[in-house]
């Protein structure tokens, strides 16, 4: 069975622009989470997305948003760019809902820098 | 979230058993325990977890203290593929919807 996938794994970008990251669970996961990786802050939850709903949210401003798709695939957007968002954006999926006993598997990630 | 609390940073030789603390003294009795980790140039990933009884699977072994306030992580032959980021958390046992809260986690070095 395929892992999660995410594209692109990298990508340079300046500041204002924004950028489209996109996330492909495991077959039949149904829930999307999102995670930004930096050195300084550590893994930080962004959203979870679970049948196209936005059930969960962290604490970043509004400039960070995602959708899901039907097919469960998943896309996270930033708007206006700051130097501060260069980061490692992690994508996890899991079956359901994420339940206490339930695992997530994570993509690779998609390296953002920020110029 | 109830907060965990590891070393920053342990060393092993290879093929010697390693034993990774976590105290986790807020726990909640719905609170599962999992344990992640993170290779080098790659996403975490799920080692292991538990509620109440010790735990085996293929990678690593989970020892649960009977209070729950603490747990560790067995790794029982150190290998070098086993040198990462280990981090312990804590899942609320309801619908937790997806969040995992990592903390800094303890950097294992491995010495061949």
């Known amino acids: 069975k395929a892992g999660v996938t995410q594209t692109p794994r990298y990508l340079i970008k300046t500041r204002g622009q924004q950028v489209t990251l996109s996330c492909s669970p495991i077959?039949?996961?149904?829930?999307v989470s999102w995670y930004q990786q930096t050195p300084g802050q550590g893994l930080q939850f962004l959203f979870e997305y679970f049948s196209e709903t936005q059930r969960n949210k962290g604490n970043f401003p509004g400039r960070f948003s995602g959708r899901q798709f039907s097919n469960s695939r998943s896309e996270m957007n930033v708007s206006t760019l700051e130097l501060g968002d260069s980061a490692l954006y992690l994508c996890?999926?899991?079956?359901?809902?994420?339940?206490?006993?339930?695992?997530?598997?994570f993509g690779p990630g998609t390296r953002l820098l920020v110029l | 979230d109830a907060k965990t609390t590891q070393p920053n940073s342990m060393e092993s030789n290879e093929e010697e058993p390693v034993h990774l603390p976590c105290n986790h003294s807020?726990?909640?009795?719905?609170?599962?325990i999992h344990w992640y980790r993170q290779l080098p140039s790659q996403g975490p990933e799920y080692v292991i977890h538990g509620l109440t009884s010790n735990v085996n699977n293929r990678m690593a072994s989970l020892a649960i203290a009977e209070d729950r306030k603490s747990s560790t992580l067995i790794l029982h032959r150190a290998t070098l593929r086993d040198a990462a980021v280990y981090y312990c958390?804590?899942?609320?046992?309801?619908?937790?919807?997806?969040?995992?809260?990592f903390g800094q986690g303890t950097i294992l070095t491995v010495h061949p």
């Open positions: 958390i804590l899942k609320f046992g309801g619908t937790s919807y997806g969040k995992l809260t």
């Open positions: 807020t726990i909640s009795g719905t609170d599962y």
């Open positions: 077959s039949g996961h149904r829930s």
């Open positions: 996890a999926s899991s079956r359901t809902s994420g339940r206490g006993q339930e695992t997530q598997y």
